[in-house]
Every structure is written in C-alpha cells, then in structure tokens.
C-alpha cells in the first residue's frame, strides 16, 4: 500500500507506526534524552516516540521545540519519520535540521493509518508504504 | 517550487552541506507557508542568540555549520552585555556559555550586534526584501520603514543569510499587507509621549490580534511609531500596522483605506495602563534607544544623579557613534548597555518593581522577569529614578 502526500523533509526511513490525534510541542512535551512523551493529559503521555513513524495532527507551542527534535536526533531518540496533516514552521525546521523524513497532506486522514505496523516514509518522494 | 538553476546546485549538495541543508529548509518552509520562489535580501536578523532559549542542542546545531552569510546578518539581543557582562553580575558559566553562542554565529560570518534595532546601523529602505526575526523590529521594518519582511523563526532567518534569500509569501507580498482592521482613538490629543504611543499598541494590540490596523488621527513620530509597534508585537501578534498619511504605504494610490473592522480605543483605558507604584530599578530601551532618544535621555541627566537602578538599552554601534550623550549618562550613575535588554537579560530579574517607558516592556517584563512593571514616561522614568 502507498498513499501520497507531500514531501517536507527529504529522505527516507521506517519504523514502527504511532499515531496520535493530539498535537504536540516538542518544548516540555517530549523529554530530549528518552524521547519519550512528558506532556501532562498527551494522548501519548509516557510512550516513547524514538525510532517510530511518528503522526500526529501538526506542532504546537515554541519555536524552541525545533532544537529539541534536533536534541532527540543527536540522542538517537528521535522518530524515525514524521507524518502530519499539515506542516507547520516549527515541526518542518526541527525536522529539517535533524535530517528526520517528514511528510504532510496524505490522500488518507491519520486514523487510516495501520498504527503498529512497518511502514516506510520517503520525504522526497512524498509517500507513506506500507504491506497491506 | 521554482527555483534558480544555482539554488538547485545548492539544494542537490554542490555548495556544501551547511548550505544544502539551509537550502532544503527555505523551500521546506516555502512549502509550507505556499510560496512559489524564493526572492533574494538585503539583511537578516537571527533570533535564537541568547543561550537561554537555544540551550546546548541549540548551540551544537550551530557550531556544526559551515558557511557565511551572504547579505548583511545581525543577531537578537543576548542575556548580557558582551563586555561588561561582569558589572551587570551575570554569573560566569551563564556568560561563558552565551559567549560560545555568540562565537558561533560569528563563525558564520554574523556581525556581533545583538539588538532589536538594526535600522540604526545600516540603512534598510523602503520596498526592500528582509528575513528579520525580533518581533518589534519586523513591525518597524515594515511599517515605518515600509520594508518587507515576515517575522522568521531563528533557524529561517540564518538560513535566509547564509542563502541570501527567503521564500516569497506573506508580507513580502503587496495584496497581503493591505489593512483588515480600523483603529481609531476617542481623544488622540492626550497622545504625547513614546510612553502614551506604547501604552496605546499596548491596549490596542490585545484586541487587533493578529490582523494589520489602519490607524487614523494620530501622528506619531518615528519613536512613538516604534514604540506604538514594539508593544503591538508584544501584545499582540502584529507584524505590520498603518497610520493615515504618515506611515508610508498609506500614501499608495493603492492601499485600501476602506477596512471591514474598526476598533474603538478609549484614552481613558490607556490611562489606566501607567500608575504611580513604588519602583527597585528603572530601564529605558525597549526597543533599544534611537539616537535621538539617547541624545534626549543625556540632556534630561545633566546634573542629576541617580538613586536607583537606571539600565539604559542600545545597540552597540549607536552606542559607539554617541560617547557624549553615553558619559553624560553614565555620569549620573546610570549604566548603557549594549547587545541586551531589560526583556531578555537576567540581570534585572532580582528586581520586583521595574519602571520602564515601554509598552512592549511592560507586556514583558511580569512573565520574563518575574516581576511588577509600571510604565511612565522618558521623563518620568528619569524623575523615578533620581529622586
């Protein structure tokens, strides 16, 4: 299965599916060295995100939330693709600067999205894969 | 994305890594805010100077860069003044820290000056392209100035330095920076100071939001536009406001008087804004001083001394252009600053009660500084602190 978006960040990468319908600031919403997820009432609050295909509905909160994606690339905890409805400045710079694929504007909303599986994000391309 | 044959050599990695990657984030966003081309610059102001907000990712993000701007970059102000951080008693590993930073960027071929107002130091003309970042110089770049710049994220505007250009969306477009909103004030004449200006896009700027006001009978000068915009900025997200036939872009055949929305602004609410508490420590700066202001705030200390605290804010180079009125100042025992300011400098933070002449302060200073604020007058100020 492969459904089309629209490539942010360039590259590509797989992982375990996580999906959350909640936005999120990585600033005091993710912990740099674990990557896991400290934002109180989150979804999400105590999973870790590192090495998944991370999708949620878009970033939240400080532009310092950039530096913190680039604190979990360094830390390797960082997801290892992002998937958002629609890209805003400070997921798409603190993806950009961290070298994590990112894409946006799926043809299929996030709760089709098969949360649990191996998928593939290709940032150039500007797709999301699948084994259906 | 249309890019320019060289832009794509720079995007495919043939200009070096730092570059590619600056690149790749100035269509990234350019996708993501809509543009269809990148437009070169004139300048670049980065945000993201002071070690406080980018903290140690922040600052290894940077040391790993290698490349130099290409238009003129400046930087933010930082938590401190870069030479006399001693006397302001910033703690050593605060400064030692703040230094790498500033090394960093300097590394990048950024000049050191760390200020709110770069349109002091280099002439930035009407109808010019800029990537700038600190919220009340991208309001007076556009509005008094009728330069054109969105307000950038830090990393967006080094990338639009070391590239030279921006992604062309938003307020660098001529049918986005028409009005949406009417302002208009009950009793203008009360409006005589910077401070009263401040006030004023203090209160307004709360229920204007994000939108661009069209304010009409009013007419500020350019230190009361700054200090009208820097405490709209603050209060609220305004990037870019009108004044009727003063503000240039209201002189255009073209621009549209004619707004949707107008807003009713009591002098008497602004009013309510000063007050006459007691006060630890006085600032003035915020913005920093316009030479003018500087040359002011000198003839209004002759002879006095001061009593409490006087921070005085300026970028480094009005500073070095004005010595007279600068040891005029400081003869009183106030102290002028460089590269930092009252909103962003740890060194005010074990003051309670700060009198500053700012709107912008004065949204500022209870969250940044944890402490009360009162707003006067430059006079008034002056009068606080020396009596």
């Known amino acids: 299965m492969i459904v089309k978006g629209r490539g942010i960040a360039k590259g590509s990468a797989s992982g375990k599916m996580l999906v959350s319908d909640a936005p999120l600031s990585f600033l005091s919403g993710v912990d740099p060295e674990s990557g896991v997820i ?95 | 994305m249309q890019l320019e044959p060289e832009d794509e050599q720079i995007l495919n990695g043939e200009y070096g890594e730092t570059r590619q990657k600056m690149m790749e984030l100035l269509v990234g966003l350019g996708k993501v805010f809509g543009a269809d081309e990148l437009i070169p610059i004139t300048s ?63 590394h990048l071929g950024i000049e050191l000056e760390c200020t709110c107002t770069p349109y002091y130091l280099s002439i930035t003309q009407f109808g010019e392209h800029l990537a700038w970042a600190e919220s009340s110089a991208v309001c007076y770049a556009n509005s008094v100035i009728g330069a054109r710049t969105n307000r950038e994220g830090g ?125 630890d420590a006085v600032a003035v700066g915020c913005p920093h001083l316009s030479p003018e202001e500087l040359e002011t705030l000198s003839s209004m200390l002759i002879g006095k001394t001061v009593t409490k605290p006087f921070f005085v804010f300026a970028a480094r180079g009005v500073i070095a252009d004005h010595p007279q009125a600068v040891s005029a100042i400081e003869r009183s025992g106030a102290k002028v600053y460089a590269d930092t300011c009252v909103v962003v400098s740890p060194a005010l933070d074990r003051y309670d009660r700060i009198m500053v002449n700012s709107g912008k302060a004065l949204a500022y200073v209870p969250t940044m500084c944890g402490a009360v604020a009162r707003i006067g007058t430059l006079e008034e100020c002056v009068t606080v602190a020396t009596s």
């Open chain 2, 155 to 279: 990393p967006a505007a080094l990338a639009a330095g070391i590239i030279g250009k921006t992604p062309f969306y938003g307020l660098h477009i001529f049918k986005n920076r028409q009005p949406d909103v009417g302002v208009v004030i009950d009793d203008p004449s009360d409006l005589k100071d910077a401070a009263d200006f401040g006030a004023l896009g203090y209160v307004a700027g709360k229920s204007i939001g994000n939108r661009i006001p069209f304010f009409t009978g009013i007419r500020p000068n350019r230190d009361q536009l700054k200090a009208m915009g820097a405490a709209m900025a603050a209060s609220g997200a305004v990037a870019l406001f009108h004044v009727d036939t003063i503000t240039p872009e209201t002189r255009f055949p073209a621009f549209k008087k004619d707004v949707p929305d107008t807003i009713e602004v009591s002098m008497a609410e602004v009013r309510e804004v000063f007050s006459a508490m007691d006060v």
């Open chain 2, 44 to 106: 670049a102001q980065v945000s993201g100077a002071s070690y406080k907000t980018i903290g140690k990712w922040g600052l290894e993000w940077l040391r790993k860069m290698d490349a130099k701007v290409v238009v003129p970059t400046v930087l933010n102000p930082i938590g401190m003044d870069r030479l006399r951080w001693k006397e302001m008693e910033i703690p050593e590993d605060f400064a030692a820290k703040q230094k790498e930073v500033v090394e960093a960027y300097e």
């Open chain 1, 38 to 132: 400290i934002e109180k009432g989150h979804p999400l609050e105590g999973r870790s995100i590192a090495g998944t295909v991370f999708a949620f509905p878009y970033g939240k909160g400080s532009t310092v939330g950039s530096y913190v994606m680039y604190a979990l690339s360094r830390n390797e905890k960082a997801p290892a693709a992002i998937i958002n409805i629609e890209a805003e400045p400070i997921i798409a710079t603190g993806a950009i600067i961290s070298g994590i694929p990112m894409v946006d504007h799926l043809e299929v909303g996030l709760s089709d999205l098969p949360e649990g599986a191996e998928v593939t994000v290709d940032g150039d391309e500007g797709t999301v894969a699948w084994e259906a």
